[in-house]
Each structure stands twice: as C-alpha cells, then as structure tokens.
C-alpha cells in the first residue's frame, strides 16, 4: 500500500469523532466542514504521491459541494465521469464495482453509452457500421442520445426511485432494448460515459469527473483493444480518426467544465486505497 494513504487510513481510524445530526442545519454545517477539510487532505496528499490521481480540480468546486450537502441533504449525489474514448472511464468504472463490492458501498453505476438511440434500420440500409460511418454519420453526436429520458432517469434516481435503462447492444447491429437494465437508487449514482457532460445534461450533476490521458496512449489502447476483438487494423485506424475528431469537438470541448480531472494512468490499486480512505472519513463516526 502506497506509504501515504496507509498513513492517512491509520490516522483516520484514531480519529472517531461524534456523529453531527444531520436532521438539522448546523449539523450538516460541521459535516460539510469536516468532508471539505478531509478532502482537501486528500488532494495535499495525492499531490506528493508518485503515483497522483488527481491531476486539478476547480477552484470553487469544494465549496459549492459542501453547501449542495447542507441545503439539499436527502437527494442523491449524482457523479458524472466522462472522458474521451480509451481514456479509462471503464477500467476505472471496473475497480469502483470492485470496490463497491469489497466495501458494501452505497453506490451504483449508470452506463450512459446505452442511452444511444437506435439505428439498427440505418445499419440495415447501409450494410454495416462501418460503411454507416464512412457515409458521413456521427455517432457520437449529442443528438444521436437519447438525453432527454437520460435527464428524465438521472433526476428519477435522484428523487430516490429507482428506473429500468435501456441496453443498447453492443453487436454490431446498433439495436437499443428500451426499459431493460434494473438500476437501483443508491447514495451515489455514478453516469460514466462521454455524453454525461454534454451540454443538455451536465448541468444535473453534484460533481463532474474528467479521465483525462494523452492522444498517444490513447490510440495505444484503442488499437490494443481492437486487435483483442479481431478487428480489421484498418478499419481500427480509421475509426481512431473518427473518434479522435468526435472527441475533441464533444467530450474535450467540455473538459473545463468538470470539476475534477483524473489521471487516466493511475494506479488501480492506489486508486483503491484512496476509495477505501473516502469510505472511512464519511463513515468514522461514534453515537451517544
């Protein structure tokens, strides 16, 4: 374990202090002191670690948040985490399900990717994707998802309800099953996916998170993992092309926005334990 984070866990667990009531004001007041002052901690911390995760954040983004918590307590925290493709947003979706299982965590995933819409008949007329592609369609495009019922499940998760998400099938065949995946309302709802800071639905987010990675390592990985999936290298590059260009114009183009941006490099591991440190300073409280 990366020698800071242990220090800063062993410290925490001698550092038990009285729950606040959070039914009141003043005791969300001094919660939100107390989680602005740990997270700040954090943040000093990553800095001095070679292996930092936290590559800048926004300036007023702490307290913003804090007052979010003390003057709307009962509503969900809805997390953006987006990010051009390859960055990272599914290997670090992947260890935050890991950690959510090893940790009990309060939290659930929203997969925006399967809010695009349907085209599986412009397939159809086209012959493929890729030839749907090379005719000029822009599959990333804000318009190609359906943003509306995305807004429309976020805010119902929020209110506490949970939704069914569409599944968009990820065959080749660009078909989209409405009201198919269960996704419970949880404390946290993370949306991981490049439209969750497009303009029409970032405004609905507490923080917003950006994975953020060079164009070299990027296309490293894209090309690695086409070649995973027997993909024509070709083809692979062409695509690079295509969402190279997509994501400077949609995803990075937003990129100012957010208020955290990430290492896509980071350490999975370090990644954890810092997870692990969040958990314990929301939850290191004794009652009377």
């Known amino acids: 374990m990366d020698s800071l984070v242990k220090n800063l866990l062993e410290n925490q667990l001698k550092e038990k202090i009285q729950k606040p009531n959070c039914k009141t004001r003043s005791g969300r007041s001094f919660l939100a002191f107390y989680l602005q002052t740990k997270f700040r901690q954090i943040i000093n911390h990553d800095k001095k670690s070679p ?77 493929n994707f890729d030839l749907l592609r090379d005719a000029g369609y822009d599959v990333d495009a804000p318009e190609n998802f359906d943003l509306d019922l995305l807004r429309n499940d976020i805010l119902t998760l929020q209110k506490g309800e949970d939704i069914l998400s569409p599944e968009y099938l990820v065959n080749g065949e660009g078909k989209s099953k409405p009201k198919s995946i269960p996704v419970k309302s949880q404390k946290i709802i993370i949306v991981e996916g490049m439209c969750s800071i497009y303009d029409k639905i970032q405004d609905v987010f507490d923080i917003k998170i950006y994975i953020d990675l060079d164009d070299t390592e990027r296309k490293k990985r894209f090309l690695n993992r086409a070649k995973q999936r027997n993909q024509d290298e070709n083809n692979a590059l ?8 997509a994501g400077k114009k949609y995803v990075a183009s937003n990129k100012d926005k957010c208020d955290i941006i990430l290492n896509g490099e980071c350490d999975l591991e370090y990644f954890s334990h810092m997870v692990e440190y969040i958990n314990l300073i929301t939850n290191n409280f004794y009652e009377e």
């Open 238 to 245: 062409k695509h690079w092309d295509y969402i190279q260009t």
């Open 51 to 127: 292996k930092q995760i936290i590559l800048s954040y926004r300036e007023n983004f702490l307290d913003e948040f804090s007052t979010r918590l003390i003057n709307r307590p009962n509503d969900r925290i809805l997390i953006a985490l987006s990010g051009e493709s390859a960055s990272g947003k599914s290997t670090i979706c992947n260890q935050i399900t890991k950690c959510i299982k090893e940790l009990n965590l309060p939290v659930n995933i929203l997969t925006a990717d399967n809010y695009f819409k349907d085209i599986s008949q412009l397939i159809k007329k086209y012959g």
